[in-house]
């Protein structure tokens, strides 16, 4: 199956922009999904489909997509951004329709 | 809204068959693709499969020998069975709904898991 890397951790000074990225072969034919993920608490989808963002996520996220890489931005970084984030695709590698995760970055505000 | 539930047990033996139930409430099972997703602890998302309403599935190929989920006969929940457990599989269990993405021809351009279960944790131990 394909793979979708990220670099494993990020820092952001708070109220400064960062940028998370997500990179593989999938993502030339796919649009990457986000999903922020904070300690015991389930994976929510933050940005999915072109830069779309489902209802109550503040429109600080937003994404973009270039070549075989996905970039997660976080505008304005707030405290409450401080969390782990999983981007998704498509696999389309071997495993046709398959699914595959990236491995994650834990994005810290200081 | 809907919301999902996942249930069974949390302690399984080595060898034996991990099985989970997703409930679905507030919304029908009827017309999307459902999914479950495991992490390990300490670790990332590890997608396992999935099943659309109508019974196909799909599989990651790392565990596609050991692995089943199928659609309850009521409709309103799907499980996952996970054969030869071992260690390995101790992690926390999410089932999610799928939602994909199609341009104007038709051609799919992406999917996400738009709404998560709480999550179980299974703990594979003798």
């Known amino acids: 199956s394909s793979e979708?890397?990220?670099?494993p951790a990020v820092s952001v000074a708070l109220g400064q922009t960062v940028r998370i990225t997500c990179q593989g072969d999938s993502l030339r034919s796919y649009y990457a999904s986000w999903y922020q993920q904070k300690p015991g608490q389930a994976p929510v989808l933050v940005i999915y489909h072109k830069n779309n963002r489902?209802?109550?996520?503040?429109?600080?996220?937003?994404?973009?997509?270039?070549?075989?890489?996905?970039?997660?931005?976080i505008t304005g970084a707030q405290a409450e951004d401080e969390a782990d984030y999983y981007?998704?695709?498509?696999?389309?590698?071997?495993?046709?329709?398959?699914?595959v995760f990236g491995g994650g970055t834990k994005l810290t505000v200081l | 809204q809907v919301q999902l539930q996942e249930s069974g047990p949390g302690l399984v033996k080595p060898s034996e068959t991990l099985s989970l139930t997703c409930t679905v409430s507030g919304g029908s099972i009827i017309s999307h693709y459902w999914s479950w997703i495991r992490q390990p602890p300490g670790k990332g998302l590890e997608w396992i499969g999935y099943i659309y309403y109508s019974g196909s599935t799909k599989y990651n190929t790392s565990l596609k020998s050991r692995v089943s989920i199928s659609v309850g006969t009521s409709k309103k929940n799907f499980s996952l069975k996970l054969n030869s457990v071992t260690a390995a599989d101790t992690a926390v269990y999410y089932c999610a709904r799928i939602v994909d993405y199609y341009d104007y021809n038709g051609y799919e351009e992406g999917l996400a898991f738009d709404?998560?279960?709480?999550?179980?944790?299974?703990?594979?131990?003798?």
């Open chain 1, 54 to 73: 489902p209802s109550g996520i503040p429109d600080r996220f937003s994404g973009s997509r270039s070549g075989n890489t996905a970039s997660l931005t």
């Open chain 1, 4 to 7: 979708l890397t990220q670099d």
């Open chain 1, 87 to 99: 981007c998704n695709s498509r696999d389309s590698s071997g495993n046709h329709l398959g699914v």
């Open chain 2, 115 to 126: 709404i998560w279960g709480l999550g179980t944790l299974v703990t594979v131990s003798s």
